[in-house]
């Protein structure tokens, strides 16, 4: 055999090659990427969460009734479960919720807040 038919079975098969590894790595990437666009939505949902717990708070402290405080988490974060306190001169909020990523991974989520009592 010559070597530039050589070469063309050698070129062949490299191509064959890389095609397999793109059909086993291509999964693994987009796994990748959803699992990172998954996180990107947990961590803005905690955001969410801590916003919704802090104006709860407030909203206490002010004197507005539990189910406004409360409701304004919910608006929030849609989900979320919530439970308010009162501790000595501080009214306090706190919530929780679970993440799901994929229907298989559940990430718990807490946020607590307080605000002074009688403040404006």
Partial sequence: MSDEHLGKK??????????AEL?????AVVLTLLLGAGALGAA???????DGVA???????RGESTATAHAAV??????????????????CVSARMDAVIGRVIHIPLTASSCALSGGL
């Fill in 10 to 19: 050698k070129t062949d098969a490299e191509r064959g090659s890389v095609a």
């Fill in 23 to 27: 059909a086993i790595a291509l999964p």
């Fill in 44 to 50: 803005a949902r905690q955001v969410s969460l801590q």
């Fill in 55 to 61: 104006d709860a708070a407030r909203l206490l402290g």
């Fill in 74 to 91: 919910t608006t929030a974060v849609s989900g979320a479960q919530v439970s308010s306190e009162t501790r000595g001169d501080l009214s």
